[in-house]
């Protein structure tokens, strides 16, 4: 009488342990940015050959501003540099790369410009979207969408969850099915509350520059043994019910 669970649309990763990962090795945290870049390929390209249909990867949040400049700075740099040398791969695997985020002025510009024409580049690929979560704030996204809805003067009693989630940005991302966070931390850190309302987790101890695709693919496996039930009695198939 099992519930046959499929392959999660939706996959979505915490990178977290980049800084105790090159503390571990006596190295400047910037190392462990810089050593997260073969994580990130391995991760996609396993998602990509399982099946996930949308990836989202969290890479720098709103509150990430706080750190020292200097490693900020390292970060853009470490950030364009990936994407330059790995757009055309990405874009010959068919994958759609999109930024979720990427509102403030601190963002160099020649970053924003490699982001945008990677994006145009990609646009049309079909085979899995890739979500890179850059300046992203799951607050922030939510009040843009509150912003947004009295912009449309929709009457109040007309708001439901589906027309509100209209709104937020990248409105035909679906639900998360599961989060992936790295390190063994175990908290959200304001990553696309929207979307993981229902999102089954798991906290793999494994630092992100370590993670690979056999560690995703235990993760698929973690998630395949979970029964979702969103609030049923009996667990739904990945065909019946979600949130919406
Ligand atoms: C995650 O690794 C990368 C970013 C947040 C940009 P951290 O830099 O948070 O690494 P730890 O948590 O300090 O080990
Ligand atoms: C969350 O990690 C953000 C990213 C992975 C990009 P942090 O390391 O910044 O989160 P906290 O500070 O542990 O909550
Ligand atoms: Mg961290």
Not at 11 to 28: E, K, T, Y
Not at 135 to 162: C, F, N, W
Not at 201 to 227: I, N, S, T
Request: charged fraction near 25%.
């Amino acid at each position: 009488m099992g519930v046959v669970m499929a392959v999660p649309r939706h996959v979505a990763c915490v990178m977290d342990g980049n800084g105790r990962w090159a503390a571990q090795r006596s190295l400047p945290r910037t190392a462990g940015h810089e050593a997260a870049e073969a994580a990130v390929m391995d991760v996609i390209e396993a998602a990509r050959s399982s099946g996930v249909s949308w990836l989202s990867l969290y890479a720098f949040s709103t509150e990430n501003w706080r750190r020292p400049s200097g490693e900020v700075d390292i970060l853009m740099r470490l950030v364009r540099r990936a994407i330059r040398k790995h757009a055309p791969v990405l874009h010959t695997r068919g994958i759609r790369c999109r930024f979720l985020g990427m509102t403030d002025p601190r963002i160099p510009a020649p970053l924003v410009q490699d982001i945008t024409d990677l994006m145009t580049l990609t646009r049309d690929n079909k085979r899995m979207t890739l979500t890179v979560a850059f300046d992203h704030g799951g607050r922030r996204d939510i009040v843009e969408a509150a912003r947004s809805l009295i912009r449309s003067s929709t009457p109040a009693d007309q708001v439901t969850e589906a027309s509100f989630a209209e709104h937020l940005p990248y409105a035909d991302t679906p639900d998360v099915d599961l989060v992936i966070r790295t390190s063994g931390e175990q908290r959200i850190s304001n990553f696309m509350l929207w979307q993981v309302a229902y999102a089954e987790w798991v906290f793999p101890k494994v630092l992100w520059p370590d993670f690979r695709a056999a560690h995703f693919c235990e993760c698929l496996d973690a998630y395949l043994r979970r029964q979702r039930r969103f609030g049923d009695v009996s667990p739904a198939t990945m065909t019946g019910k979600g949130l919406r």
